[in-house]
């Protein structure tokens, strides 16, 4: 299963559906141990923050693997700007400073995609879009997107800067999903709009949703956790009728939506990593899909 992300004004990127997320990185061992199961699954997308560790450290640890330029042409990277200690900033100067940051601390000359990472209330869009064209230009990002944001506020960046949208997004937390189920009845109030449209807009085509934290339940993950006990036996025979590990049908619960969506994992486990990328190959029917939805505690109307 493939993703096209377009780019500013060159070929689509061929994304897996399964990204590798690099929040957890924390030693060179494990960054190549990840690396080399994620080539070996078929995935070759990475995702980082300029954040993630403090200060470029889960991008740096990435670019200590000192990938050859053959095979850093074979990967996506990925990256996110505007989060600093105590606010948000998305100005033109912090985005290029910290894409310069990011650069030397993968080890590579461009980006394939930069998000950013948050909502900014203080820079206005057409000041995002000033620095996205300056990257662009300079052949230093490829293709650019956001994360958090609602469906006005990506329409208010606008094309060609809004690939992705990268939110939250799983069984127990389906509010993208969920608002279209629950429209014009009294359970719209167990999903507030506060992703504002983002499926909706994702159909569209030119947006791709990207999945974060899919296994993300109150306090920890929901896999194993008893106070999710009708939603794990639910996992575990849907994964034995499909051959599978339930972190595979959790996968496969995000994909399942005919929209363009990918998952990004968060584990630094090589063989759970494998587990859930296996989901890529699954397609749940309806009555699986909506009750997995169901035994997450979602209602429907």
Known sequence: MTIAINTVDGPPITA?????????????????????????????????????GGN????????????????????????????????????????ERSV?????????????????????????????????????AAGKVRAFGVSN???????????PYTSVNQLQLGPTHPNVYAHGLTVNMGAEQLSPDRDGGVLEQARGGEVVLQAYSPFQGSGGPFLLDE?????????????????????????????????????????????RLALLAAGQQVVLDRAEWYEVYRLAGNQLP
């Open 149 to 159: 944001h609602n469906a006005r506020q990506v329409q208010a960046l606008g094309e």
């Open 227 to 271: 106070r999710y006990a009708a939603l794990n036996e639910c996992l575990t025979r849907l994964a034995a009728r499909h051959g599978v590990a339930p972190e595979a049908i959790v996968t496969a619960w995000v994909l399942r939506p005919p929209v363009a969506v990918q998952v990004v994992s968060g584990t630094t486990n090589p063989h």
């Open 16 to 52: 897996p559906a399964v990204v590798v997320g690099c929040m957890r990185l924390s030693d060179v061992a494990g960054t190549r141990a990840l690396y080399t199961a994620a080539r070996e699954a078929g995935l070759n997308m990475f995702d980082h923050a300029d954040i993630y």
């Open 100 to 136: 310069e940051a990011s650069l030397r601390a993968l080890g590579t000359d461009y980006l394939d995609i930069l998000l950013i990472h948050r909502p900014d209330v203080l820079t206005a869009p057409e000041e995002i879009r000033a620095a996205f064209a300056r990257l662009h």
């Open 56 to 95: 470029h450290r889960c991008e740096s640890l990435f670019g200590d693997l000192a990938l050859s330029a053959a095979e850093r042409s074979e990967i996506i990277l990925q990256t996110k700007v505007g989060i600093r200690p105590g606010f948000y900033d998305s100005s033109a100067a912090h985005i």
